[in-house]
């Protein structure tokens, strides 16, 4: 069952940031205005950790955007289209942007990206819902009252859903399922939204409540008509790590792109 929710989008600093990017160029325009060293501020972040995570997940975000597609009709892998090509030459530069970017990002993966927005230092970036409404509502952030979310540059997003199951193993099944559907009811995943996790029912997003703490909370609905998600398949983990070496070799050395792609696609498809 569904329990905590995405999705990625656009988060930013509306104190300082009046209109939201509609374009990447625009956005890489935006982080280099607002990069401010000086005063403990940076323009924008990327989480480049390589734990086949947000790599993987913003390289595609990047291919979409660019009317790409990271996996062909039937699940397989094509990482070396000319989307992808401008996708990674994008991230790239600005991944060694010092005009634009928080300072080694390479050691940053989404929730220490996140933390930074929190803590005022990041003035726009992509990155999941859930940090936006960590942002407004966190006793210790600095950027309370100051947040907001919009659409991803080309109007694209992606989803993963955190989910309660239950185990193959289970000797309970039918008091674990009881337990999984008192945890999907409307009260229960408003409950969980209130204690700052991110819930899945439209009914939450809708919440005047909800949405009188966090105005922005019932762009979920659209966020999700425009969401994609990663193909079923069990080789996906293998290639999120083929993609976070590709982005590791992008961002660290001076190899063409092309041939970066080419080497990927090819252990991809092995």
């Avoid at 309660?164 to 674990?176: E, P, R, V």
């Avoid at 762009?219 to 398949?233: C, G, N, Q, V």
Wanted: aromatic share 10%; with cysteine.
């Amino acid at each position: 069952m569904p329990y905590h929710d995405g999705p990625e989008c656009l988060i930013y600093r509306k104190d300082l940031i009046a209109e939201p990017p509609t374009t990447w160029e625009e956005f890489h325009a935006l982080a280099q205005a607002h990069h401010a060293p000086a005063e403990d501020r940076y323009g924008t972040v990327l989480a480049l950790y390589p734990d086949g995570h947000n790599s993987f997940y913003d390289f595609c975000i990047h291919v979409w955007s660019r009317g790409g597609e990271v996996f062909d009709g039937l699940g397989r892998p094509d990482l070396a289209s000319p989307q992808a090509q401008d996708a990674l030459d994008f991230l790239r530069m600005l991944a060694r942007d010092t005009r634009a970017i928080a300072p080694d990002c390479r050691s940053l993966d989404s929730v220490a990206s996140g933390g930074l927005f929190a803590a005022g230092k990041v003035a726009l970036m992509a990155n999941w819902f859930g940090f936006a409404a960590y942002a407004d509502t966190a006793p210790e952030s600095r950027v309370r009252g100051l947040v907001d979310v919009a659409p991803l540059p080309g109007n694209v997003s992606l989803n993963v859903f955190w989910v309660l199951a239950i185990g193959s193993g289970s000797t309970n099944k039918a008091l674990a399922w009881d337990f999984l559907r008192h945890c999907a009811t409307a009260p229960m995943d408003r409950l969980t939204t209130s204690e700052g996790a991110i819930g899945v029912r439209r009914s939450t997003w809708l919440d005047p409540e909800i949405n009188a703490r966090l105005p922005y909370y019932h762009r979920l609905e659209w966020l999700h008509e425009h969401a994609r998600s990663m193909p079923i398949t069990p080789d996906l983990a293998r290639i999120s790590h083929i993609v976070d070496d590709l982005m590791t070799e992008a961002v660290t050395g001076d190899r063409p792109t092309a041939e970066l792609l080419a080497e990927a696609q090819a252990r991809a498809i092995r």
